[in-house]
């Protein structure tokens, strides 16, 4: 760790929606690190108009205050006020360690991304944490309701679900801390190793906690790796009745023959994720997001082969690799590249329903031209008016 490094005050991201879990995570670091705090905004009350901040240590709070929401959204209400409490945390020079509890629903890609661009010599995220209890695992992701049913969205406009929004909390984070539940299985245990398989699952220790509070994070190549034009997907693995299914294919889908298989292959895996390309938007990368038999299908950009080779000096190094990893002769780095994650996979079910959708030969020699007067099934989803 360099000087400058050594000056800044290093902001540990502890998320998840197990809240019991989170706070164990939390407690265990305030007393394993002597001169560290706890900074929480807790979003509930935004019903009210507001944000309620707390500030504590080992031994109870220090100070409490209220933050008025910004657009009507608790969370821009939480980056609005997060930047000068770390301020005035860094500048008084008595505090060891921030530890940045977030809220059950607030995901952490977005609060580091807030730290890493408004932190400058001051402050920086030095790890993130996601807090788990083993047996809420499944029943986490498998559950399709929305936030706002829950009593847990951030914002009017937020349309996240339960299941979604805590695999992305598990995929994000370099460290997952779990408790000890003598209710969890092999199973348990599985899932959480193949939705995160890089991960470091520790148990909720404080010596083990405090080293790796500090141990270093990259928030750039933390972004790159949930992209879905780069993100490191789990590999193939099968493991205590839990299964990684990783589907890649160089030919487009059928539109309408994959349109009129997203309920089955949305349900068929309690994790699902990637990229796909379609026979009739040859030159669009989309993204797929799917937990709890609820799908989300985006239009995240080009794929980099219907760039001009003059655009590649402007792409990110992380996408111009995956695609590099992806390359085929013919169609570049178009792909798909699905993987499903669940017990009781039916892999060979799954992988023939998947192979169905695709341009069969005839259609697929037919060639690109005749591809685009492919009956357009994903208009409505991808172009809403």
Not at 119 to 133: K, L, R
Not at 303 to 309: I, R
Request: aromatic share 4%; glycine share 6%.
């Amino acid at each position: 760790m360099t000087e400058e490094q050594r000056q800044k005050l290093p902001v540990v991201i502890v998320c998840g929606l197990h809240s019991e879990a989170r706070r164990e995570v939390v407690e265990e670091l305030l007393s394993g690190v002597p001169h560290s705090v706890a900074l929480h905004h807790d979003l509930s009350t935004a019903t009210d108009g507001t944000v309620r901040r707390t500030l504590r240590d080992a031994t109870g709070e220090l100070s409490a205050g209220e933050t008025p929401l910004v657009n009507d959204c608790a969370c821009c209400a939480l980056r609005e006020d997060l930047v000068p409490e770390l301020q005035r945390l860094a500048n008084s020079r008595l505090t060891r360690l921030a530890v940045l509890e977030l809220w059950d629903s607030v995901e952490p890609k977005s609060m580091a991304e807030v730290i890493a661009v408004h932190g400058a010599d001051s402050f920086e995220v030095t790890n993130v944490i996601t807090a788990i209890d083993p047996t809420l695992v499944l029943p986490c992701l498998a559950n399709g309701d929305d936030l706002a049913e829950a009593g847990l969205a951030a914002a009017p406009a937020d349309r996240r679900t339960i299941g979604d929004t805590w695999a992305r909390q598990v995929e994000y984070s370099p460290v997952l801390a779990l408790t000890d539940n003598p209710a969890a299985d092999d199973e348990d245990r599985a899932l959480i190793r193949q939705l995160n398989p890089t991960a470091r699952q520790v148990v909720v220790e404080a010596t083990v906690l405090a080293r790796l509070a500090v141990a270093g994070f990259d928030v750039a190549a933390a972004a790159a790796g949930q992209h879905p034009a780069c993100a490191l997907l789990p590999q193939e693995a099968d493991e205590a009745g839990v299964s990684t299914l990783v589907w890649r294919r160089h030919r487009p889908f059928h539109p309408e023959r994959l349109f009129h298989a997203l309920e089955d292959l949305s349900c068929a895996a309690a994790r699902s994720r990637g990229r796909f390309w379609l026979a009739d938007r040859p030159d669009t990368l989309l993204s797929w997001d799917a937990a709890g038999g609820a799908l989300c299908v985006e239009n995240t950009g080009p794929w980099l082969a219907s760039l001009p080779d003059a655009a590649w000096a402007m792409v990110e190094p992380y996408r111009r690799a995956a695609a590099a990893l992806d390359w085929h002769p013919e169609h570049g780095d178009r792909c798909q590249h699905l993987v499903f994650v669940s017990p009781g996979l039916d892999r060979d079910g799954l992988s023939a329903l998947l192979d169905s959708c695709l341009l069969d030969e005839e259609e697929y020699r037919a060639g690109r031209e005749a591809w685009k007067s492919l009956p357009a099934a994903f208009d409505e989803l991808l172009d809403p008016v």
